[in-house]
């Protein structure tokens, strides 16, 4: 009996020294390690659960519409600590993650706590990793950011990514990146794009740089009254959900960050700086003899006419080069240059959207500029523009004159900038627009006022202008007295001469969109003769 007791408490005193060895061994010997672990995971789970503010668009009835937003997806992460044998590890997963097998050894066998190995993993990824079950690699899920409507607007919302010096993503380009701050902290931000405007414009440019074999071009759409953008679409882009498969030079939105020689549609600008400072009139006459020889150099017309005794609006109507050097020589440089400031060329419009750039009025503000200088600026070349500054500047003439500060935010209050031009020159530049529109008829709309210049640019390349390369320009505006909307068309090298056989039909389609979406009343009455 006492034999059995000695074997039995023997055995429970071997027992619980082994227990007592485990345990010091669990929490002393290892103790740091799982600690690491823990701390690892906790890491990983706290990171997981941050959320960055949501980007809202609207729509004509004012609702809040998600154009990025976080949403969970697959996700392969390392704990080096539990990798128990690294260079086999490194070997299996190599192929699996597309990973060479180099790279994934060093970080097994760090000392990092985690390592993201995947971000957004496929199926197949996530199916191979679970087949595998190797301690300290593993499939998890994480937030990320998200487009729901891939490509729409990506230039103006931006993307989240990680660079050289965030170890964290942040907000890079457009609105991502001038409100890294407040989305990082989960503030929700919403803005005046309108959803469906802009699906339209996209959707309209992409098919015409198809039609015409384009490289590129920019549609924008602006609220005239409070500065308001509706629509900011450009082309190339690209989709924030994969961009890096993306160019670059897609991230960058040429609506605020490119400049260009506008062309013709800066004609409307000259005859606003002639007729309000009482250099000229509408009626005013000239006659055109095709050409002006300046600087030893020659002008014409595009079209290589002479047009004989003609007015100012006919010179908008028929976008006569000569007209345009005469309202100019008329009022001369300093009236000229001090009207195109107050229109906000050469400056920034200040829109709340980032690196915003300036537009290039120098060969004009050079102290001994020659008179070809200003006579090429009549008609908008020589000189460079944002396609968000031209419209603005056309903003205030469909405004009454009042030039508006642009901008982009909900909460934003419209802001009147200056005011450029009397409410009389604005309503006659206007009739001078609208009565161009009647004549072409290619942007007329049945029951609507339109007023609305073509433009076409050559666009120079080293040093000088390409004939074979041209940038094709549209702005216009209805009701044509009391705007509702402005549309800026750019197409950039189409395989057409002419803006009036690419953007003007487009300009019209999308204008129709516009009126139909808001409801806008037709302020043209037909008469019905019985």
Do not use: C
Not at 270 to 278: E, K, L, N, R
Not at 295 to 308: E, P, Q, R, S, V
Not at 387 to 393: S, V
Request: no cysteine; charged share 25%.
């Amino acid at each position: 009996m006492k034999a059995r007791f000695y074997i039995l408490a023997g055995f429970f005193s071997i027992l619980f020294t082994l227990l007592g060895y485990k345990l010091y061994s669990l929490q002393i010997l290892k103790g740091s390690d799982y600690v690491e672990k823990v701390a690892a995971r906790n890491e990983l789970a706290e990171q997981q659960s941050l959320r960055r503010g949501q980007i809202f668009f609207t729509d004509k009835n004012n609702t809040n519409i998600p154009v990025a937003l976080n949403k969970e997806f697959p996700h392969i992460i390392a704990i080096p600590k539990e990798i128990q044998d690294a260079p086999e590890a490194a070997k299996m997963f190599a192929s699996i993650l597309g990973v060479s097998e180099a790279k994934l050894e060093e970080v097994f066998s760090s000392k990092l706590s985690y390592y993201s190995l995947m971000d957004k993993a496929s199926e197949e990824v996530v199916a191979a990793v679970n087949a595998a079950n190797t301690p300290g690699v593993e499939a998890s899920v994480a937030q990320y950011r998200y487009n729901p409507f891939g490509s729409l607007a990506s230039q103006v919302i931006g993307f989240v990514g990680k660079t050289d010096k965030s170890i964290e993503p942040v907000g890079l380009y457009g609105l991502e990146k001038l409100h890294d701050e407040q989305l990082a902290k989960g503030d929700d931000l919403s803005f005046t794009i309108d959803r469906n405007l802009q699906a339209e414009a996209e959707q309209v440019l992409d098919k015409l740089i198809e039609e015409h074999k384009a490289s590129g071009g920019t549609i924008l759409i602006q609220e005239p009254k409070s500065g308001r953008i509706l629509a900011m679409a450009s082309a190339p882009d690209f989709d924030p959900n994969t961009y890096s498969d993306a160019p670059i030079r897609t991230f960058t939105n040429p609506a605020v960050q490119a400049q260009y020689e506008p062309g013709s549609v800066f004609k409307p600008l000259t005859m606003a700086a002639g007729i309000d400072s009482g250099s000229i009139t509408p009626d005013t006459t000239f006659v055109d003899t095709g050409h002006v020889t300046m600087n030893g150099k020659t002008i014409t017309n595009w079209d290589h006419k002479a047009h004989g005794k003609i007015t100012m609006t006919n010179v908008i109507e028929d976008s006569v080069n000569t007209g345009a050097i005469f309202a100019q020589q008329k009022m001369g440089r300093e009236i000229f240059y001090s009207y195109l400031k107050k229109f906000g060329l050469g400056e920034l419009t200040n829109i709340d959207l980032p690196d915003e750039v300036r537009g290039d009025l120098r060969n004009l503000e050079r102290k001994k500029a020659p008179d070809i200088d200003y006579a090429t600026a009549s008609y908008g070349q020589g000189t460079g523009a944002t396609p968000i500054q031209m419209i603005t500047a056309f903003s205030a003439i469909a405004n009454g004159g009042l030039l508006m500060r642009p901008y982009v935010g909900a909460d934003t209050k419209p802001y009147v900038v200056r005011r450029v031009m009397s409410e009389e020159t604005a309503l006659k530049v206007t009739r001078m627009m609208e009565s161009a529109v009647e004549k072409a008829k290619l942007a007329a709309i049945p029951e609507y006022r339109v007023a609305g210049k073509t433009g076409t640019a050559f666009i120079p390349e080293n040093g000088k202008y390409n004939e074979n390369a041209l940038i094709h320009s549209y702005i216009g505006f209805a009701p044509a007295e009391d705007a509702k909307f402005v549309i800026l068309m750019k197409l950039e090298r189409p395989d057409k001469p002419l803006a009036g056989a690419t953007v003007v039909p487009k300009f019209k389609e999308i204008a129709q969109f516009a009126l139909n979406y808001y409801d806008i009343a037709p302020d043209k009455l037909t008469t019905i003769t019985p």
